[in-house]
């Protein structure tokens, strides 16, 4: 089963952007949904991107055209490109499957305040 290791996170100013990485420790290219979550404290984790067959993706509407999903099949990585950051996008960031596998990473915090 492939595993997930997410970098990238840390504190940012309103307005400002991130960008998160996942490695995964095998071959994702025949994985047909990966998705970034994110958690807070006291709720579940919540899927704010993540990427479709063909190319699609799909986001939240808290994010949407704040930020971008992408996949390199070739390495085994996913992104998030975070723009326009806002204090309610402060969270634990995973990446994982869609729908997503009992195995979760440590994540990586991410925190927008000013």
């Known amino acids: 089963q492939v595993q997930f290791v997410e970098a990238g996170g840390g504190w940012v100013q309103p307005g400002g952007s991130l960008r998160l990485s996942c490695a995964a420790s095998?071959?994702?290219?025949?994985?047909?949904?990966l998705g970034w979550y994110r958690q807070t404290p006291g709720n579940q984790r919540m899927l704010v991107a993540g990427t479709r067959e063909y190319g699609g993706t799909k986001y939240h509407e808290s994010v949407r055209d704040r930020f971008i999903v992408s996949r390199d099949n070739a390495n085994s990585m996913l992104y998030l490109q975070m723009n326009n950051l806002k204090p309610e996008d402060t969270g634990v960031y995973y990446c994982n499957t869609e729908p997503p596998s009992e195995d979760w990473g440590q994540g990586t915090q991410v925190t927008v305040s000013s």
């Open positions: 095998g071959s994702i290219s025949r994985i047909r949904r």
